[in-house]
């Protein structure tokens, strides 16, 4: 499984606890036991590969992390967001941009300009066309005012 692959996974996951609260730790232990994880193969190929320990590892850092700081981040989002109210911008894009924002932040080991560019292809990928000027603008000007 690629990193883009697991990023995808984690975003998906982040949008699914934003819409049904719950504890991170359960859903993650759920979605990856084996047999409940292969079946997902069936209808979604994103699903095809069962993560490493390095994948699973970044999934549940991003999920947690993401669930912990989801009020700060949300945060970050409203004030980057210029001419946007919060409540205007779908939910898919603002999973895209705590996954993204969280990176920044809390995983040095992802260069920000990956989790900007990755951000900007599920953007791509999930979202209307105008959306994706949108988060690359918010991450940038986040990254830019937030990291130096």
């Given at each position: 499984?690629?990193?883009?692959?697991?990023?995808?996974?984690?975003?998906?996951?982040?949008?699914?606890?934003?819409?049904?609260?719950?504890?991170?730790?359960?859903?993650?232990?759920?979605?990856?036991?084996?047999?409940y994880?292969?079946?997902?193969?069936?209808?979604?190929?994103?699903?095809?590969?069962?993560?490493?320990?390095?994948?699973?590892?970044?999934?549940?850092?991003?999920?947690?992390?993401?669930?912990?700081?989801?009020?700060?981040?949300?945060?970050?989002?409203?004030?980057?967001?210029?001419?946007?109210?919060?409540?205007?911008?779908?939910?898919?894009?603002?999973?895209?941009?705590k996954?993204?924002?969280?990176?920044?932040?809390?995983?040095?080991d992802?260069?920000?300009?990956?989790?900007?560019?990755?951000?900007?292809?599920?953007?791509?990928?999930?979202?209307?066309?105008?959306?994706?000027?949108?988060?690359?603008?918010?991450?940038?000007?986040?990254?830019?005012?937030?990291?130096?």
């Open positions: 499984m690629t990193r883009t692959t697991a990023r995808e996974i984690a975003v998906r996951l982040c949008f699914g606890l934003s819409e049904n609260p719950q504890d991170p730790n359960r859903v993650l232990r759920d979605i990856f036991d084996e047999e994880y292969a079946s997902l193969g069936g209808e979604d190929g994103m699903f095809a590969e069962f993560p490493d320990a390095v994948q699973l590892d970044y999934i549940g850092r991003i999920v947690r992390g993401v669930s912990e700081h989801s009020a700060e981040l949300d945060g970050y989002i409203d004030k980057y967001a210029v001419g946007w109210k919060f409540g205007r911008i779908s939910r898919t894009a603002i999973a895209i941009l996954t993204a924002m969280f990176e920044i932040l809390y995983m040095p992802v260069p920000d300009k990956a989790a900007i560019n990755e951000a900007v292809e599920l953007a791509k990928r999930y979202e209307e066309p105008s959306t994706v000027p949108f988060i690359n603008g918010v991450l940038g000007s986040f990254s830019r005012s937030e990291i130096m």
